[in-house]
């Protein structure tokens, strides 16, 4: 990509949103701000993304600490 998102290949920009995870609907968002020239609503819905994710990724740390500490007690109880 461009080193200036904002003038960089549309379809670019597309493709990594959707490499990003982010929806139709966000990534017409995004596209939108892009056209109108709007960088900090840009940068504040892709930071909402990222948080999005983020999140999740916390939600999956804490569903492996679980499953460890299930595995550790059932281990420990042989």
Not at 37 to 55: A, F
Request: proline share 3%; aromatic share 4%; net charge negative.
């Amino acid at each position: 990509m461009n080193e200036n998102i904002l003038n960089a290949p549309m379809e670019d920009v597309v493709q990594n949103m959707r490499d990003a995870g982010c929806s139709p609907e966000t990534i017409h968002s995004c596209i939108s701000s892009i056209k109108r020239g709007r960088k900090e609503e840009l940068l504040k819905k892709l930071y909402t993304q990222r948080n999005c994710l983020l999140d999740k990724v916390h939600e999956g740390e804490r569903q492996i600490d679980c499953l460890d500490y299930l595995v550790y007690t059932i281990a420990r109880e042989q």
